[in-house]
């Protein structure tokens, strides 16, 4: 049996999806539930700069994929938007004026918001009202974007990931910092990242290649995008370790590493919100893949140059776990 024919044959749907939340996903979902089409534009002047147009749009693409939606349109941009403060009928007549420029009729406009009817009749459109008490989803962008981490479960994970911060953990070997990452993962309630370098270390029996660790180094990225997904994840991701400790490692055991693993390094800087140091003042624990206490100095003496060649800041840890976790409190909470 065919399907129903919609009631519409285009739909629009405008907004600043800022973030995109649920309740915005229920509009999407009306709309594209009653039109042949859909089309969706998103705009604010003045734009968000934590969160610029072209990323919320890559939103929108990727919770609707045009292989599954191939009846939604992702409109572009268009020059010179009023300001958000402008007169509603401003806003209207800038519409329909790029509208009629780009040779799109709407016959429905969907929109949660009171000023639906105006911009609908400006359009010769019929407005469909979808929840205007926001009984299904009560949530609002500006609510959000004032405490975006309260309101995290109005967001798709893909979306809050774009919020979640990373904080990396370094150190030598032996000196605590895989059950530090774990203590904080733990202590706040949130994911963290395991070091991927140990996995390919056991699997390869210790023998690595400059390939190995330009593996470990993609492979650990990508544990850390995965974490900043996770359902439940709050606010941080604690990472151990990153991949300019995987080039140093490289270098000590193979002499040399790939390209791409100094541009991931370099990355480094700018990827971690926060970045502590554990010190070498616990006890040196030989697990049968270490090496000695004075190559434990070596290392991290490397990690320090390191850090301080690039310029990265760093919170130097000591003492028991709980000491450590209360000094990363000190700093995160702060």
């Excluded at 007169?87 to 929109?111: I, K, M, N």
């Excluded at 990373?166 to 203590?183: D, Y």
């Excluded at 997904?229 to 790939?258: E, I, K, N, Q």
């Excluded at 616990?282 to 049968?288: K, S, V």
């Amino acid at each position: 049996m065919p399907d129903a024919p919609h009631r519409f044959q285009h739909g629009l749907v405008i907004g600043k999806f800022a973030p995109l939340h649920r309740g915005h996903l229920w509009l999407l979902d009306a709309a594209l539930a009653q039109c042949d089409h859909v089309s969706i534009w998103v705009y604010s002047r003045p734009d968000f700069p934590g969160m610029p147009t072209p990323l919320r749009r890559n939103w929108l693409r990727e919770l609707y994929p045009a292989r599954l939606f191939p009846h939604l349109t992702l409109l572009p941009d268009a020059p010179n938007p009023p300001l958000n403060t402008e007169p509603d009928a401003v806003h209207q007549a800038y519409v329909r004026g790029v509208l009629e420029s780009w040779g799109a009729q709407p016959d429905a406009v969907f929109t949660s918001e009171h000023y639906g009817d105006a911009l609908a009749a400006r359009l010769g459109a019929e407005h469909v009202c979808v929840d205007l008490p926001r009984a299904a989803f009560a949530v609002s962008g500006t609510a959000l974007r004032a405490d975006v981490h309260a309101g995290r479960v109005m967001l798709d994970p893909s979306v809050y990931a774009h919020f979640v911060r990373r904080v990396v953990i370094l150190g030598a070997e032996s000196t605590g910092k895989s059950t530090l990452t774990r203590a904080l993962g733990e202590a706040y309630g949130t994911a963290w990242v395991r070091e991927y370098g140990r996995d390919v270390y056991e699997r390869e029996q210790g023998a690595l290649s400059p390939e190995h660790f330009l593996e470990i180094a993609r492979g650990h990225r990508a544990l850390e995008d995965e974490a900043a997904r996770t359902p439940g994840v709050h606010r941080w991701v604690f990472c151990d370790t990153d991949a300019a400790t995987t080039l140093m490692w490289s270098y000590l055991l193979t002499g040399t590493a790939r390209p791409e693993l100094h541009a991931l390094a370099a990355d480094c800087a700018a990827r971690y919100t926060h970045t502590f140091l554990c010190d070498t003042d616990l006890p040196h624990e030989q697990d049968g893949w270490r090496a000695n206490t004075e190559v434990r100095a070596v290392q991290q003496a490397f990690i320090r140059q390191d850090l301080g060649t690039r310029g990265v800041p760093y919170t130097l840890l000591r003492g028991t776990v709980a000491e450590r976790v209360a000094g990363v409190r000190a700093v995160l909470d702060a």
